[in-house]
């Protein structure tokens, strides 16, 4: 079993930035990949950024040279670094996680994180 933690949310102004943190504890899990999800006010859930197991990483367009996802991977934590926010940003974001356990791949979720960004 592995627990996804998320912290960093908040309410920041346009143009602002924000640090979200999702740390993955358990035991006998590895990773294969991480990603922080969003989903605004009356909208479907979508993928803001990814990492995978060796070290590459994917931005949806609206995101892609503003925000910045890494891993840490001595402390099992992935971080979404967030700069110039825009409105539109404005959603819960959810940490999630695909680990290899015991050969299967397994998908966990966070509790979510709320970002809003207005003036």
């Known amino acids: 079993q592995v627990q996804l933690v998320e912290s960093g949310g908040g309410l920041v102004q346009p143009g602002g930035s924000l640090r979200l943190s999702c740390a993955a504890s358990?035991?006998?899990?590895?990773?294969?990949?991480m990603a922080w999800y969003r989903q605004g006010p009356g909208k479907q859930r979508e993928l803001v950024a990814q990492?995978?197991?060796?070290?590459?990483?994917n931005y949806r367009d609206s995101v892609k040279g503003r925000f910045t996802i890494s891993r840490d991977k001595a402390k099992n934590t992935v971080n979404l670094q967030m700069n110039s926010l825009k409105p539109e940003d404005t959603a819960v974001y959810y940490c999630?996680?695909?680990?290899?356990?015991?050969?299967?791949?397994?998908?966990?979720w966070g509790q979510g994180t709320q970002v809003t960004v207005s003036s």
């Open positions: 999630n996680g695909i680990f290899d356990i015991t050969s299967i791949l397994y998908e966990y």
């Open positions: 358990g035991s006998g899990f590895n990773f294969f990949s």
């Open positions: 990492v995978k197991d060796d070290g590459s990483t």
